[in-house]
C-alpha cells in the first residue's frame, strides 16, 4: 500500500546530510514515514535526485538537494532553496561523514588525511549548522542531530577498553571534536529567544554500511532509531547530551 503524503503545509521539514547512501539514507526514510517533509541531501543533485526517487514513487515527502558538506559555496545555494521554498526548516540531521585513516595510527596518519577528515567530519557539521541556524531559530520545535560516533568518546579513547579506543586517529578526533562542538553548539543556542532547540550527538551503532563494512553488527535502518529519536524529541528534551542506543553515553 502507498503511504499517503503528508500535508505539506503543516509537516515539520527535516534535512539529512549525506543521505544518498547508508545510515543517511535510512534516516530519510524513517522521518519521512512519520510524516516529515524531509530533504534527502547529497554532494551532487544528480545523486540525491536518484536516492530520493524511490522514495518519492512510495509517496513519501522527500525533496532531493545538492549539499557538499565541505564546499562553502554549496552550503550556501542549498540554505537559500531551502528558504524559497518558505517551508522553514525544523530538524537538521549532520550525518555526513567520512573514515579515511583506518591503517594508521596517530604517529603516521599523512596530516592531509586528518586534514581532509576534519573538513568533512567536523567543520562540514559546523558551517551547515551555521548557514541553517536563522532558520531553524525560525521553528517552532528546531532540533539538530550530530550523528557521532563512540569513537569519539574520550572516556573509551582513555580507558583503552573498547575496540574503538585503537581506532582511526582522524575519524576519532574529529568525532571528539564533533561532540564538544554538540554541546557548545547547544549553549550557544541557548543564548538565543524564542523555542528551545534541542541539539544533540550519537552514535548510531556498528552499522553495514559503506563506511561499517559487511561485518557489522547492525543493518544501517536500525541505526537510524537513535538519531530519528533525538530528531524528534519532545519539547522538554535533553539539549547538549551525547546518546547511544537512546541512553547517555560517556563524553
Ligand atoms: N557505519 C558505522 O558503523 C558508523 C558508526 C558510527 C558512526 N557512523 C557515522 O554515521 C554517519 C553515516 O555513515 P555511514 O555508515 O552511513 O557511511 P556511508 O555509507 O559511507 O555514508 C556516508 C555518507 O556521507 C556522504 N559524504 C561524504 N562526504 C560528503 C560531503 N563532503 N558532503 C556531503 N556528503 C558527504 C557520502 O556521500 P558519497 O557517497 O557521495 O561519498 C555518504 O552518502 C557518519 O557520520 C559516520 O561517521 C557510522
Known sequence: MVPSRPDRRSAPVALVTGAATGLGLEIVRALAARGHRVWL???????????????????????????????????????????????????????????????????????????????VDLLGPWAVTQAFAPLLRGSRAPRVVNVSSTAGSLHDLAAGAAPDAWGPPAYCTAKAALNALTVLTARAFERGRGPRVLVNACCPGWLRTGMGGPAATLAAAEGADTPVWLATLPDDGPTGGFFSERQPYPW
Open 41 to 119: 541531501s547529497a554532494r551532487t543533485f544528480r545523486r540525491a535526485a536518484d536516492a530520493a526517487a524511490p522514495l518519492v514513487a512510495a509517496g513519501l515527502a522527500v525533496e532531493p538537494l545538492a549539499l557538499d558538506v565541505a564546499d562553502a559555496a554549496s552550503i550556501a545555494a542549498a540554505a537559500r532553496v531551502v528558504e524559497a521554498s518558505g517551508h522553514g526548516l525544523d530538524v537538521l540531521v549532520n550525518n555526513a561523514g567520512v573514515l579515511l585513516d583506518e591503517p594508521h595510527d596517530a604517529l603516521t596518519v599523512p596530516l592531509d588525511v586528518v586534514r581532509a577528515t576534519l573538513e
